[in-house]
């Protein structure tokens, strides 16, 4: 039986997409059978995280509206394992029927090891229909006040509707603040109350990927994002990796 993994933040633009297709190609070059679907509804991206742009694939809503199987989701062209469904663009999150994507979802943990959810920035309907199908919750912040505060409030979300298993992805750290960060990532862990699962460095590699269309870990194996994702990938399913920065 498959885990369904939410990426959440309350922010925008915190890295929720990128650490998505990181940790998911990363599981996938390790063989295991990976489902990522875009719930970013008419703001799709994951996409062009995954390096997957050029491919005219299935949305969730054609599954799950009955139009398709999940078997025709879109195979990624470098990684066999990986399935991809985008989000559908002209409707709303409002109008996506939650029992038939709970229904999808049950579905894909029979086919898949790993289910992953891009949910969209906010803590409204997205936040609702991806935080109410999934078992365990990534929750992707800066290292700033702000995002410390905005981590902790989605953390109280998170809490008050009864989820458990919620770990910190501390994103975008700056390399030249690595002297003063682990003070910086142990207030996000405090202020927030919650467990880190992985710390991922400031790294231009990221942008640079998507923007030649490639996932950051067929773009530059060895960079520092590449490195904090695979790391992620491990933990995920519970090795012991030591919490390194670089
Ligand atoms: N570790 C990183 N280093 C440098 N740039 C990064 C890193 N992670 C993400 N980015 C960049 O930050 C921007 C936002 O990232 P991304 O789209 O993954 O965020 P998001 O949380 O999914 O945004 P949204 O809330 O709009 O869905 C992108 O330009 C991406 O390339
Ligand atoms: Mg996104």
Redesign the pocket.
Known sequence: MGELFA?L?G???????????GIATALAAEGKRVLCIDC?VG?R??DI?LGMSEAGGLSFLDVCSGGYPLEQAEKHPDYPTLSFLTAPMNCSTEQIDGIAFGDMLQQARNSFDYVFL?????VDAGFRLVTGAADRFLL?TGAGPAAIRDAARVGDLLELAGKKNVRLVV???DRDMLSVVQLTIDDVMDTAGLPLIGV????????L??AFGHPVLKYAKRC??SK?YKRIARRIQGFAEPMKLR
């Open positions: 990426v933040s922010k925008g633009g915190t890295g929720k997409t990128s650490v998505c297709a970013d703001l991206n994951l995280s891009d949910a969209p920035a906010g992707v994103n975008r750290v991922v460095l400031e790294d231009p590699n990221v942008t990927a998507a520092d994002a904090a």
